[in-house]
């Protein structure tokens, strides 16, 4: 496609999608919240939805619609998210973050890619093969406003209206390839578990030279605690591995078998060398291995110049990415029981999970997995890799859970669209690619026996 008029038409509603700026974090944006789901609404039934809704939730609300060609014939969900990350820093930003720009053959905004762009994928090839009479089965879809806070009300949605919900496939594009030359898709996802840490030593800052060495620092008390956590790549908290399971010599083959350059890796992040659980390569640690992290720590003194404090508080925030079969409730109680059982008296400690999520496989001998595997090679000459990701999207094992379905995770997004960061942007042969591949699918689901 050129940059011409019909361009600008193709993705007039993507253009006014990503205009609002449907911020989930800001909850001065609840008015911007409502809007971007109504129109969401307009712009599914103009697509060729039978009927769509806005509906609510204890939170933002979800959107609901559905195209029903015949009740014997299998439904596919789609599921996408509406919401986007905050813009900052904005002034790092090229382009005005929430007014769509088409350059280098990009288009660049904030939800360029994370979702908007991706659910506008499913979106267009949704309303093609409506227009042609391709569409063989049911389709209905379901946008939240809550993604990138976690889903938190979303659970309770799926629970309350589960009949409404009933699919036999969930089709998601929220995910990555490995290159726009490489097509993959992502077969499993790590799960998560969040907490934050405040430690308490003396009722108020104290002067440090009066009272340094007489009395515990919290900093110095939390700074050990947390240190201890790891032990040469392994996480030692008590029970943690346990419903770990280990990666099958298949599994393992498949994955060596991705393209990696370990060299260029180290460059892009500006690292000397690689460091995790020994044992396992550097794909393996970062998609198929657990990990633990200090997300944030503060406390005391932190400004111009130089002020003596032995400080009354110390706080942390921490994280652990999870993998199949790992219970985050679980491990968040492993955690804080561990925790405060390794606290010194001369500290109090309290341990207050913000949120978390399973992870989630997806087995290539699912019978909807050659669907998705041709409908790549169609789009993009290739056969596809199955690829496990380490990022964590908590409401695909809820979807699992909840209405007992698996779901299916077709993504086009690439490394260098910079989600969550400065400049989000998408190739516009991703869109292209993505549309026909997304086409495809439907059309090999049906021939599914």
């Known amino acids: ?30 008015d911007d919240m409502h809007r971007c789901a109504r129109l969401w609404k307009d712009i599914l039934l103009n697509a060729g939805a039978d009927k769509a809704e806005v509906m609510p939730t204890e939170g933002n609300p979800v959107v609901f619609a559905e195209k029903r060609i015949d009740g014997a014939q299998r439904t596919v969900l789609v599921y996408g998210h509406y919401d986007v990350m905050p813009a900052d820093p904005v002034e790092l930003w090229q382009t ?35 227009a042609s009479g391709e569409l063989k089965h049911n389709v209905k879809f379901i946008l939240e406003g809550e993604e990138e806070i976690g889903s938190p009300s979303l659970e309770a949605f799926c629970r309350n209206h589960r009949d409404l919900l009933q699919c036999d496939m969930i089709l998601v594009s929220d995910t990555s390839m490995l290159d726009k030359d490489l ?5 499993g996802l790590r799960g998560l578990a969040y907490w934050q840490i405040e430690v308490t030593g003396p009722c108020r800052d104290l002067h440090s030279g009066h009272f340094g060495g007489a ?68 794909i393996e640690r970062n998609s198929c291995r657990p990990s633990f992290d200090i997300c944030g720590i503060w406390g005391g003194y932190t400004g111009e110049g130089a002020k003596t404090v ?13 993998v199949p079969d790992q219970d985050y409730e679980k491990i968040s109680r492993l955690f804080c029981d561990y925790v405060k059982s390794i606290t010194p008296d001369y500290v109090k400690i309290e341990v207050t999970p913000l949120h978390g999520g399973e992870g989630y496989l997806f087995p290539i001998t699912h019978p909807a997995y050659p669907a998705a595997e ?9 056969e596809p890799l199955a690829v496990r990701r380490g990022g964590s999207i908590p409401i695909i094992s809820t979807f699992e859970k909840v209405l007992g379905v698996k779901t299916i995770l077709m993504g086009f997004g690439l490394e260098s669209n910079a989600i969550h960061s ?28």
């Open 310 to 322: 032995l400080p009354s508080k110390a706080y942390a925030k921490v994280s652990c990415r999870l």
């Open 422 to 449: 400065p400049n989000e942007n998408m190739q516009l042969e991703m869109f292209d690619k993505g549309i026909e591949a997304v086409k495809e699918f439907h059309r090999q689901y049906d021939m599914i026996g």
């Open 96 to 130: 005005d973050p929430f007014e769509p720009t088409i350059k280098d053959g990009r288009l660049w905004a904030r939800g360029a890619d994370d979702d908007k762009g991706q659910s506008f994928i499913q979106l267009k090839a949704f309303q093609q093969l409506v």
């Open 215 to 282: 009395v515990a620092n919290p900093i110095n008390e939390l700074c050990k605690l947390l240190a201890g956590m790891t032990d040469n790549g392994r996480i030692t908290i008590p029970g943690f591995y346990d419903d770990v399971v280990e990666l099958s010599p298949r599994e393992r083959e498949m994955i060596a078998q991705i393209p990696f350059d370990l060299e260029k890796y180290k460059a892009n992040i500006g690292i000397n060398e690689v460091h995790g659980e020994p044992g396992y390569s550097t």
């Open 1 to 30: 496609m050129e940059e011409t008029k019909e361009l600008d038409a193709f993705y007039k509603d993507l253009f006014d999608l990503i205009r609002i700026p449907s911020i989930s974090s800001d909850k001065t944006r609840k």
């Open 374 to 382: 041709a409908a790549f090679k169609k789009a993009f000459g290739k």
């Open 183 to 187: 097509p993959s898709i992502t077969t």
